[in-house]
């Protein structure tokens, strides 16, 4: 190990499956120590493959894994030091609490009294010693996930690696153990990798999300960036709830303005070393705000609601525009209004992101 090696590091992985199936490709990628990462992007798009060639559980096609600067490509699992957690917790059911969190340790041959001690000391910081002398079994959800997370930190990983480890919650438990586990995290101070599906638990947990699709990464940042900043259009189409509004635009390069084909209004987009051609402007829901008459500066979007959705505290609001495009917009507090009222939206041109339309790629 050199200084300023990562924890864990990918070079080129790849991973093809024997029927064919390209899970993974040609992946670089970088786990700082003490890092929280979540792996985010829709089924199928090989977060979890990536979790298991790191774990040591598939073996790369191509490519290299290397663990604080030391090539463990061909090392087992067991001899990388990952602690797997999967999503149902695989724990010994008939087995007590104490002995589920022991069993990784006695296989080990870890002294009698250091198995003994340490579990004492995983128990009352998870809050498990009342549980101890009993069945996993018996045990309800939550403990479960505590007693999983505990079997897999009290061997001390050099990384925790979770597979979707709160499918199997509901809405309100579900909010009360992502904040757990980050706590958790923050506590015991292990880089964390976590596979998710959903982006509220990406962007809440991580503080890196690499947002990955078709077996590539698409785009790895912090949440803010990956929300605020994304790279391609997929990532813009893809994070937020709802997700950007994406409109067909086309930029004039010698000007540098650019013209939506949904409405009437041209904003100046500072792009004026750019070449002309077809663009994709994206507004986050949150940035388009329903106007009454004509306003300061700001570039409008004219017409009728659609629908308008009360969610609490927000409000979305559907609005079809002149040229037939539906936007949403997020506004606060309580909006009302009826289907096929006009109404104009306006908007802060510094909240635009442009994209290059043939590539997906956003335009700077
Ligand atoms: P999900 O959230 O649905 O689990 P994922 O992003 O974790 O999706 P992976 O499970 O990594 O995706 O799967 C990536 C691709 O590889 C999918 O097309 C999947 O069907 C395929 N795959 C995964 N495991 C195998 C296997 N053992 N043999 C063949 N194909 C596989």
Redesign the pocket.
């Known amino acids: 190990m050199s200084r300023g090696d990562p924890l864990i590091r990918l070079e080129g992985v790849g991973k093809t499956?024997d029927?064919g199936?390209v899970?993974v490709k040609d992946l670089d990628l970088e786990i700082e120590e003490d890092a929280f990462v979540c792996f985010l992007?829709p089924?199928?798009?090989?977060?979890?493959?990536?979790l298991r060639l790191i774990a040591g559980l598939e073996n790369p096609t191509t490519g290299e894994v290397f663990l604080r600067g030391r090539r463990i490509t061909d090392w087992p699992p067991q001899r990388r030091g990952v602690g797997l957690v999967f999503q149902n917790y695989a724990l010994f059911q008939h087995m007590t609490v104490r002995s589920n969190l022991a069993f990784g340790l006695e296989v080990r041959g870890t002294p009698r009294r250091e198995v003994a001690r340490r579990v004492q000391d995983m128990a009352a910081r998870l809050d498990l010693e009342e549980v101890l002398g009993v069945r996993a079994s018996r045990l309800d959800l939550s403990t479960m996930q505590r007693v999983a997370v505990g079997r897999t930190l009290v061997a001390e990983p050099n990384v925790l690696l979770l597979d979707e480890p709160l499918n199997n919650f509901q809405a309100g438990l579900r909010e009360q153990m992502r904040a757990q586990l980050k706590s958790w995290q923050q506590q015991f101070g292990r880089a964390t990798i976590y596979?998710t599906?959903d982006q509220e638990e990406a962007m809440t947990l991580g503080d890196r999300i690499v947002v990955?699709r078709d077996g590539e990464v698409e785009q790895e940042g912090p949440p803010e960036q990956v929300y605020g900043r994304p790279e391609t259009l997929f990532v813009a189409g893809f994070i937020g709830l709802p997700p950007m509004n994406l409109l067909p635009a086309r930029l004039d390069g010698s000007t540098g303005r650019v013209s939506l084909a949904d409405a009437s209004l041209e904003l100046e987009a500072g792009t004026k070393e750019r070449p002309s051609g077809d663009v994709v402007v994206g507004v986050r829901p949150e940035h388009l705000l329903p106007v009454e008459g004509e306003v300061d500066g700001r570039p409008r979007l004219r017409g009728v609601i659609d629908l308008v959705r009360p969610m609490a505290a927000k409000t979305i609001v559907d609005v079809r525009l002149e040229g037939g495009t539906t936007v949403r917009a997020l506004t606060r507090g309580i909006v009302r209004g009826e289907p096929g009222e006009p109404v104009t939206l306006a908007f802060d041109p510094m909240a635009v992101v442009l994209f290059d339309r043939s590539t997906g790629l956003r335009i700077d």
């Open positions: 499956f029927d199936t899970a992007g089924s199928g798009c090989g977060k979890t493959t990536t596979v599906h990955m």
